[in-house]
């Protein structure tokens, strides 16, 4: 998808296909679904997605943030809504952007903050090595890096028995570990109580990757599971390719529900397991505009 041999970081080439993207979607989204959507619609291959940066991270995410960080800069993108991208009305109005344009508001919006660090530099190939600010909190992306990286330290009886603490805290019950080798990649099964008369067995996946599950692999599981569960679950650290997704809700089988690292991390946050919330503020400077 990126031209080489155009100026600037790889992901100013990145601002129309969000806008677009986010347009396409109604003109919010999550950002797990801005990247879906630009994915499909600018046709960019698995292997490209699946690339890591040197720190773990994934590359294609990374430029796709950096993106959304300089339009909400220059005001195209409504950041007041947390995990939510929001196209402003300064959004919706612009048909697009060349790339000179793109180049430009790059420029503008780079001199306006200090970052220690010039332009030019950022167009260097590592341009996404770091990830980009956050106007809510720095700390939020360093919390969900350190969980990630936690998680995938653990050891892997310790994920599963994590995994299994997880499925309990959602509402299942009987959750258990199988523990067993050549079982089909069947970490567990549990009963989820829909109502008092209606339950469904449920067999899970556990999966510490930082890369992502294909498509082969959802197959694979659903064999596995196939005349032992009504429904199954893979719960992943890494992400899912576009094909992976594809297969798990394929007509004519039964569907698997997968939980990619940014759900997981989701999850975690809702059931505040095994993180600790911490309150803190920003200063309104609209506030002070009266008194000033």
């Not at 960080?69 to 009305?89: C, M, N, Q």
């Not at 998680?151 to 309990?168: I, M």
């Amino acid at each position: 998808m990126f031209a080489t041999q155009l100026p600037g970081p790889k992901f100013v080439q990145l601002f129309s296909p969000v806008i677009e993207a986010l347009k396409i979607l109604g003109g919010s989204a999550r950002p797990a679904e801005v990247r879906e959507q630009i994915a499909e619609a600018q046709q960019i291959p698995e292997e490209e997605r699946a690339v890591l940066l040197e720190g773990g991270g994934n590359r294609f995410d990374n430029l796709v943030a950096w993106a959304r960080f300089y339009l909400v800069k220059a005001g195209y993108i409504d950041s007041s809504r947390r995990g939510v991208w929001a196209l402003t009305e300064k959004g919706r109005a612009i048909p697009s952007f060349n790339h000179d344009e793109a180049l430009e508001l790059f420029k503008a919006v780079h001199s306006e903050f200090s970052t220690g660090q010039k332009a030019k530099d950022l167009e260097s190939e590592d341009e996404a090595a770091a990830s980009p600010p956050d106007e809510t909190s720095a700390a939020a992306t360093d919390y969900q890096t350190d969980l990630l990286e936690t998680l995938l330290a653990l050891p892997p009886e310790g994920f599963e028995r994590f995994c299994q603490r997880l499925l309990r805290e959602s509402g299942f019950q009987e959750v258990t570990v199988t523990g067993r080798s050549g079982d089909g990649g069947i970490d567990g099964i549990g009963i989820l109580q829909v109502n008092p008369l209606v339950s469904f067995k449920v067999l899970f996946q556990c999966k510490r990757y930082k890369g992502s599950v294909n498509p082969s692999q959802v197959r694979d599981f659903r064999g596995a599971m196939m005349g032992r569960a009504d429904k199954g679950i893979i719960i992943t650290t890494g992400t899912f390719t576009t094909e992976a997704k594809r297969e798990a809700v394929r007509d004519g089988v039964p569907p698997i529900e997968l939980v990619n690292g940014e759900k997981l991390i989701a999850m975690l946050e809702s059931l505040e397991l095994g993180l600790v919330p911490v309150q803190t503020y920003k200063v309104d400077d609209s506030f002070f505009d009266v008194y000033r």
